[in-house]
């Protein structure tokens, strides 16, 4: 039989004989999935700039949520050895984010830190082999009664005594719940506060730089978040997102999404937005795992979440926040508190008006309760981890100041402008047209509307859109040289079309079926929307000769003004 392959280096039987320099100390970090190892990576900065400390990743076994893990791990850059090679090796301390994995295997002496905002759930039904017995040490509970997670018997206790060295708690509000349930775990506790709240507090300053690099430009961008199980957002009210794709005028509203790492990875990524293929063409930007919904929330205008920790977080920043979802929580939590003071989200829409409300009326301090229990060390928390660590380490600590890096920008893919269908309702007053844009694919009526039209590029991969739309788009590559072949190709092949577009930077040039040929120039605009202007201003019944030189585009109650061509 095969035997898994063991790291040579830094922490191989012979590691001395190869490595260039000669730590002093050995820590092994213990990830579980993608969502511990989340947390691992906030409190990693502890150790830069030491070549005294050696790190070493290892995967425990077992864990149900494996996609992506791997790979994850790789672009660390920090060696990864196996979990049989973890057990059998000797470390001078082990950090993990979560009580999972038989860390009973690991004799070392352990930190363990939680994995979102503190321990805000309940444990789930089927828990480790051997957590039913009552650990000696432990209150005993209410027959029926649910145990909470991380803060139990099962998961502080072995054999009546601490299972960590240093079980890391971010608020003293945790100490008391550790004392009601296993009092005997109470010597290893230590209030370390939260590094991922202190990243996002350092972070928020820099609001714009997200914006702008997640396009939201001047818009409401709403992000959805969603735990994982089916007590969350995503689970309960899975037809959600795409209402709010189909309602919300897109260039007033952005949307965003930020399923937890549990569900991105225990469904599969690809198979995630698959499922969301619609919303993904009707701009929804699905947020990645790692910075990609940190980034997502200090851009956010407006939350819809859960009883999920990035829920919590967004209202700890004093965000507004909205619950489309909530289950059972255990009291004195932030969760618990956040349970208590958010707006609810109606069954059904219209949701605009609710989101709106939310973001007008909101006050900053509306969640200070959320806040208060969040940390009890806001923007310490790194600095107070590194020097139990050092201190369990039996180190002294470096003299430079730990270092709290701002959260980076997400830049979502494909850059340009991508294939898109809109259904379109315009109206002129005067030299004004005002214009609102909604996703076309999302939409279950409205097609047929006659106050509205259907604009749409030809690359769009819905063709029975495309074969439908009354303005159809390509980019000025696409066209070639030959422009104006381009219009009248598209004119004979799609009956249904009455103006071509070809899209440029800041212009689009159009050709009106039977009519003149129409550039129109608006920096700042989206360029794609520039042809409804012609579709809006010929269904009033106005004559292309009353066109005049400019007028003004109201998208999103922004308003552009638009340099007019006819030739």
């Not at 030491?50 to 060696?79: C, K, S």
């Not at 850059?415 to 379109?424: C, E, I, N």
């Not at 980019?475 to 071509?500: F, K, M, Y």
Request: charged fraction near 20%; charge should be neutral; aromatic fraction near 6%.
């Amino acid at each position: 039989m095969s035997r898994e392959p063991h790291a040579e280096v830094p922490v191989g039987r012979d590691a001395r004989r190869w490595t260039s320099i000669t730590p002093a100390r050995t820590v092994l970090l213990v990830a579980h999935n993608v969502t511990t190892l989340t947390r691992l990576l906030d409190i990693i900065p502890a150790f830069e700039n030491d070549t005294r400390v050696q790190l070493v990743f290892t995967l425990t076994t077992g864990d149900p949520f494996q996609h992506g893990i791997t790979t994850a791990l790789e672009n660390t850059g920090i060696i990864v050895i196996p979990w049989r090679q973890a057990k059998t090796t000797t470390f001078d301390l082990v950090i993990t984010a979560s009580h999972h994995g038989k860390l009973g295997k690991l004799s070392h002496p352990q930190a363990i830190l939680s994995h979102g905002i503190g321990y805000t759930k309940y444990s789930p039904r089927s828990q480790e082999p051997g957590a039913r017995s009552q650990e000696p040490g432990a209150r005993s509970q209410e027959p029926g009664a649910r145990s909470h997670f991380g803060i139990g018997p099962e998961w502080t206790l072995r054999n009546g005594k601490p299972v960590a060295a240093a079980l890391v708690l971010s608020h003293p509000s945790q100490l008391r719940q550790l004392a009601d349930a296993a009092p005997a775990a109470l010597p290893s506790a230590t209030i370390g506060g939260d590094p991922c709240y202190d990243r996002l507090l350092a972070s928020v300053p820099f609001r714009e730089r997200y914006r702008s690099a997640l396009g939201t430009r001047d818009r409401r961008l709403v992000l959805l978040s969603s735990t994982w199980s089916d007590t969350g957002l995503l689970g309960t009210r899975p037809a959600l997102l795409r209402e709010l794709a189909a309602e919300l005028p897109r260039d007033a509203w952005q949307l965003a999404i930020a399923p937890h790492p549990n569900t991105w990875h225990g469904h599969g990524p690809g198979q995630l937005t698959r499922w969301h293929a619609d919303c993904q063409r009707a701009g929804v930007l699905f947020l990645p795992e790692f910075d990609g919904w940190r980034a997502g929330l200090l851009a956010a205008d407006v939350i819809v979440g859960d009883h999920g920790s990035v829920t919590g977080y967004a209202a700890a920043l004093g965000r507004p926040t909205v619950l489309g979802a909530f289950d059972d929580v255990p009291p004195g939590t932030p969760i618990t508190m956040l349970g208590s003071a958010a707006p609810r989200l109606p069954a059904r829409g219209p949701y605009a008006p609710h989101l709106a409300a939310a973001i007008d009326a909101h006050r900053p301090d509306h969640f200070t309760a959320v806040r208060d229990l969040v940390s009890a060390l806001p923007g310490r928390s790194l600095a107070t981890l590194r020097a139990l660590f050092y201190r369990l380490l039996r180190l002294d600590e470096p003299a430079a100041e730990v270092a709290v890096e701002v959260v980076p920008p997400y830049r979502p893919d494909p850059a340009g402008t991508p294939p898109f269908a809109d259904l379109v309702e315009g109206s002129v007053e005067g030299t004004l047209v005002r214009l609102i844009r909604r996703p076309a694919e999302v939409q279950r009526a409205g097609l047929d509307d006659q106050e509205t039209h259907l604009s749409c590029s030809a690359d769009y991969p819905v063709r029975s859109l495309v074969d439908n739309a009354a303005i159809i788009t390509a980019l000025a590559a696409d066209a070639g040289h030959n422009v104006r072949g381009w219009h009248e190709t598209i004119l004979a092949r799609h009956p249904a079309c009455v103006l071509t577009a070809v899209l440029r930077e800041k212009s689009s040039q159009v050709l009106v079926r039977e009519g003149p040929a129409i550039t129109l120039t608006a920096p700042g605009a989206p360029p794609e929307a520039l042809a409804s202007i012609l579709y809006a201003w010929r269904a009033e019944g106005l004559s292309w000769s009353a066109l005049p030189s400019a007028l003004s585009v109201e998208l999103g109650g922004t308003t552009h003004r638009v340099a007019i061509e006819v030739s």
